[in-house]
């Protein structure tokens, strides 16, 4: 008697609003960051006009973030220390590459 054994492949899809809270609250936990543009709700997540958009391309994300840095900080290294935090944790928390981080600043807080 010959036993045939078929690949079963399984498939996990995550949702965009898990990506899109682990990009928010890895910008909001970097050194110069005030906060995000607008407001992170459902209503902003359906629309897809939120400070935080996600593209998925097959298995590859592609993230777009709008940041507001502190007063004295300097914007540019804040932006790219955002793009490597919302990298790093989306692929270690999710398992799912991105392949960029688009990080916009769309404004200055003054204390």
Known sequence: MEVSREAV???LKISDDVI???ARLAALDVRGVAGLCGNVGRMSRIRK???VRVSM???VAAIDIAVKVKSGENA???AKEVQ???KENIQNMTGITAAR???SVCGVVFN
């Open 49 to 51: 006009n939120g400070p």
């Open 101 to 103: 981080v688009n990080v």
């Open 57 to 59: 391309i097959g298995d």
């Open 76 to 78: 540019g290294a804040v």
């Open 9 to 11: 492949r399984s498939r």
């Open 20 to 22: 899109i809270t682990v």
């Open 84 to 86: 490597s935090a919302v």
